[in-house]
């Protein structure tokens, strides 16, 4: 009955984690959850005035697909002004969130049996996204000796005639790395003369610790010619149930088909929500905004030191974004089982690294308060002093 097409997707590792959570809580248990992918502040109240307003004056019917002028001029704004980028609002597509974005690019792009080439560890969506649009996730394993980043040797080696595209995302979910000016220059120097696509998840762009972000587009025409920059609010902006990301490339042939994708599957984003992102896009909330990161960089900051104090577990101090990718290999190399006793023992919910594609990990999310965070770690500790 059902298509071989739906039947590549896999369901996600994490639920299993999630489902016993919310049982354990069922019962009573005190479960602190570092399960989750956003912030945990509220959306600013400059956003959700612009969307009250876009309501009352009955903002409220069909747009153009890939969003309204005024949007899209905004964000070709927010690509010149912070990434020094020159897209033409017409090369721009606003979507149903980041994910809906990169969905539209695998569709438009990728023909059966085409390589897709993807760091690990990754986000969980790609290689899913990947395979549903019936091509081959060609994962390159990263580890803690290069900041969990591929270098340009390795991305050589990964390259065949069938290579489509190569995903990066910078900073990284799950391990906050980011990709300096140079490791991408190297990176492009690889591509060169390539047809390769680059797909630059640039999410977690505006949560950054003491390290500059580099947007990929911007390391040199060639690089911006093959780029399709991938962005949105939900992360930078607590804005991840408005359902806004977008995608910008000077590629006309690929906008234009993926307009016609959007147009003939979702249509236009949320009127309203449109409305509610140029004041973020125009830089109008900046001071939220960096209220959020400053305090997102003082858990990064604290999370990793009490983390490091844990004696059998290891991590690297977050570039950006709001998690960390602790190693338990001295513990276990089974992080399914690990994050389930963790979970069952002490009430503390982690995702296991196998979802990410590196086995010997759990990611923490710090999209919390300090003193949950606080409490999460101490009950980390204590459970692996347990296991010793
Ligand atoms: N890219 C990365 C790396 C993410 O972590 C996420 C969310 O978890 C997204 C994209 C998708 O964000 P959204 O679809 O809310 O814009």
Redesign the pocket.
């Known amino acids: 009955m059902l298509s071989d097409r739906i039947q590549t997707l896999s369901s996600s590792l994490t639920i299993a984690i999630s489902s016993l959570a919310r049982d354990l809580k069922a019962q009573g248990k005190d479960v602190l959850s570092f399960s989750a992918?956003e912030p945990d502040f509220g959306t600013p109240r400059r956003i959700k005035d612009e969307a009250i307003k876009a309501i009352n004056d009955g903002f409220t019917q069909y747009t153009a697909v890939p969003g309204i002028p005024e949007l899209l001029e905004a964000i070709a704004g927010k690509l010149k002004r912070d990434n020094g980028l020159e897209y033409a609002p017409s090369d721009i597509i606003a979507s149903n969130?980041?994910?809906?974005s990169l969905f539209n690019l695998c569709q438009a792009l990728i023909n059966e049996g085409d390589e897709v080439i993807i760091p690990a560890p990754y986000?969980v969506t790609y290689p899913e996204q990947v395979k549903y649009s019936q091509g081959v996730p060609v994962i390159i394993e990263t580890d803690e000796t290069n900041n969990f980043k591929i270098t340009a040797k390795q991305l050589k080696e990964a390259i065949t005639p069938k290579t489509k595209m190569l995903i990066l995302?910078t900073p990284s979910?799950p391990t906050g790395s980011i990709y300096s000016r140079s490791e991408l220059e190297a990176i492009g120097e690889v591509l060169k003369g390539t047809e390769i696509i680059v797909a630059s998840?640039e999410?977690?762009e505006k949560l950054v610790y003491g390290v500059e972000f580099t947007a990929t587009a911007s390391i040199s025409e060639d690089m911006f010619q093959r780029t399709v920059t991938i962005n949105?609010l939900?992360?930078s902006v607590a804005m991840?149930g408005w359902r806004f990301?977008y995608l910008a490339s000077p590629n006309k042939k690929l906008i234009s088909v993926m307009n016609k994708l959007q147009s003939q599957s979702t249509s236009n984003i949320n009127s309203i929500t449109q409305k509610a992102a140029i004041p973020a896009l125009n830089g109008e909330v900046d001071d939220e905004i960096e209220m959020m990161r400053t305090a997102f960089e003082a858990r990064a900051k604290e999370a990793t030191e009490l983390m490091n104090e844990i004696d059998g577990l290891s991590v690297l101090k977050p570039e950006g974004a709001f998690y960390l990718f602790v190693n338990i290999k001295d513990i276990s190399n089974d992080s399914i089982t690990f994050c389930k006793e963790l979970l069952q023992d002490v009430g503390v919910a982690v995702v296991p690294g196998i979802g990410f594609g590196s086995e010997g990990y759990f990611r923490f999310s710090f999209a919390t308060d300090i003193s949950t965070i606080r409490e999460g770690i101490r009950r980390i500790e204590k459970f692996v002093q347990q296991k010793k």
């Open positions: 992918g969130g980041a994910k809906h986000w995302t979910n998840d999410m977690y949105g939900s992360k991840t990301g």
